[in-house]
């Protein structure tokens, strides 16, 4: 039977969200948070770590993506797009770099012209120059706002860095990462309670208090914010979901299927 109609499911601080385009169909079911299949499409994700269900696509082609229960923000060939309750629009052109999360939107750093770029929803996109030395990896604002400066993790002279960046761009190293020319790390991630660094065979979480817990997963490249409380970790052999909390879980995400085509409209702002 053919499909008629399509249910576009988006964040919110609810657990169980709906945004039907049509009044034709109403589903609830709990929303884990949003993941980058292995066809660079977004989609929501349902029910539990450990049992999980993916949704229909909400948009395809996405570079990078980020996520809080409330929002989203996503880069797709150079454009940012955001999604929320009132849908997917674009808010910016020729943007790439690091994205991160703030309590009020979203951070990126643009290293083709040494600028940090803030979103609001009140205010739009902001600029100012902040030059980073090194290539930046990941990114997090510090004290989830602005005012507080931002936290950087970057290649430099061959090793891995953490770094703090104040408003005024003064910077200040918080954590040299050691790294074995065996497992070199092949992507890092920063986070509200620490960070993320995948090898080639183990994801190792660290917290701030110095604490960390290794996950088994062969070949880790990237890491995306899905919610508040969970990671997507990508690789080739699939892709995991990482729920942070007291206990944390690590489980693998269901697998996809090639897609056909699927059109999306984007309202431009």
Do not use: K
């Not at 999980?52 to 996405?62: H, I």
């Not at 090793?159 to 990462?177: K, N, R």
């Amino acid at each position: 039977m053919r499909r008629l109609f399509r249910i576009f499911t988006v964040l919110s601080p609810l657990p169980f969200v709906v945004l039907p385009v049509t009044a034709l169909a109403q589903i609830h079911q709990p929303v884990l948070g949003m993941m980058r299949d292995g066809n660079s499409a977004l989609r929501p994700v349902y029910g539990v770590a450990a049992s999980a269900t993916l949704g229909d696509p909400v948009t395809e082609n996405v570079d990078t993506f980020a996520c809080s229960n409330a929002r989203c923000f996503l880069q797709s060939a150079g454009t940012v797009l955001t999604l929320d309750a009132d849908g997917l629009r674009s808010i910016a052109d020729a943007a790439n770099g690091p994205l991160a999360l703030t309590n009020e939107g979203a951070l990126l750093y643009s290293s083709q012209t040494g600028e940090l770029l803030r979103w609001a929803p009140a205010t739009g996109w902001t600029a100012s120059a902040f030059a980073i030395d090194g290539l930046v990896l990941s990114l997090r604002s510090a004290g989830g706002g602005i005012g507080d400066g931002i936290d950087v993790a970057l290649r430099r002279d061959g090793g891995l860095w953490l770094e703090h960046y104040s408003a005024d761009g003064s910077a200040s190293v918080f954590a040299a990462v050691a790294e074995d020319s065996e497992q070199p790390i092949h992507a890092v991630h920063l986070m509200e309670s620490g960070y993320l660094i995948a090898t080639e065979h183990t994801v190792t979480l660290v917290r701030t208090d110095g604490s960390t817990q290794e996950f088994p997963a062969e070949g880790v490249r990237a890491f995306f914010a899905m919610a508040d409380s969970s990671i997507e970790a990508v690789s080739s052999q699939g892709n995991w979901i990482l729920h942070l909390g007291d206990s944390p879980s690590w489980n693998l995400l269901p697998g996809v299927e090639p897609l056909a085509t699927t059109a999306v409209a984007v309202v431009a702002q």
